[in-house]
């Protein structure tokens, strides 16, 4: 029923990170194949919702590993609810789904056994293959997909067992080369180029195929595109969350001058598993933070900035281009865009260092063995 795969893969902006690897596993048989497509490819050939990570220390552990099943089951769930055909894509416009697939209370217990199996047969095969190399982890990323084949022949559709019999698991596995935080080559660079996306809630395959337009807008030098739906407040990235330190007014005596600003969900963002870790650290810190859009208007009071997922954990801003005239996205080709720039320090800010630290420090606790 299920499929795995682990493959050269191609993740986002940092390819340079992603080391070539090409192995396919695939219903218990592993195959060698020089013809086997980046990860990019897979998520656009298939609909569904998924989640990356990776392993740390030496491959000893996924990192954050069960906040990734809860997040990719509820991804699940919120593209079932809102958009069937980004988790079936069906051949015909209409998808008919059965009440009882709709009302299921079992999709976390269906998608947490199928996803943490099909992991746990892989990693082992995997490390022992040689696929992680002398200073690599493991970049993981874990797909299911409606099966509507498989839909179709199911009148009722309840239990996580059931449930199961209607999805496809991919898998995929690449050595991935760390990047290090603390020096100024692995600072990113970033560009506002388009607006948010639907369902952003959701962590979903068919963004990937949505986002390609963007790239033609991409400045020569940026590493992540950044997304706003006013041409003033930042949402987050296409592959990111974005967050700011902004200078805080009218403090009190004795407290940190500085608030952490990122766009709330509500806005239209992912729940990245770092940007609530991040959250969280800010939290047991006493760093003030704000869940409101960091507006471009306000950019004399930013300090510093920072991009998290769950590959690149954190990277600090070197610097952020914003398009002269927002209408310009639209009517300009892509050299006669004139952008604006806000410059950071090379090196990670202070307060970015400090919840890079505890989040690190939160990957050792909440590691999951392999």
Known sequence: MGRWAFMKSD?????????DCKFLFSNGVITSSPDVPPVATLLQSHPGAYTTTRTHSDGACILFW???????????RILLSRDPRLLFKPEKSELSLPPSLVESSAWDSAVDSLVKDSVDQVLPIALREGL??????????ALVSGNVEKLRGMESVSGSDSLAEMLDVYVHLAGYVPLAFDRPEGAARLAVVGRGRSVAEAKYSDWVRLRTPLERLRPTSATELLLSNDGDHLLEGCLTNFFVVRRREGKGVGEIPYEVQTAPISDGVLPGIIRQLVLEVCLSKGISVQ?????????????????????????????IQFPHSWESLEHKAPEE????EKQFAMNPGRITAIIQNEVMKKAFVEGYPI
Not at 66 to 76: P, V
């Open 11 to 19: 993740i986002g902006a940092n390819r340079r990170t992603m080391t």
């Open 66 to 76: 069960e906040r990734h099943l809860r997040r990719l089951s509820n991804s699940a």
């Open 132 to 141: 992680r190399k002398e200073g690599e982890e493991l970049a993981i990323t």
């Open 291 to 319: 869940e409101v859009a960091p507006s471009w208007s306000e950019r004399d009071f930013w300090q510093e900035a920072f991009v998290t997922n769950s590959l690149r954990i954190m990277q600090h801003v070197e610097k």
């Open 337 to 340: 865009i004139s952008w604006e």
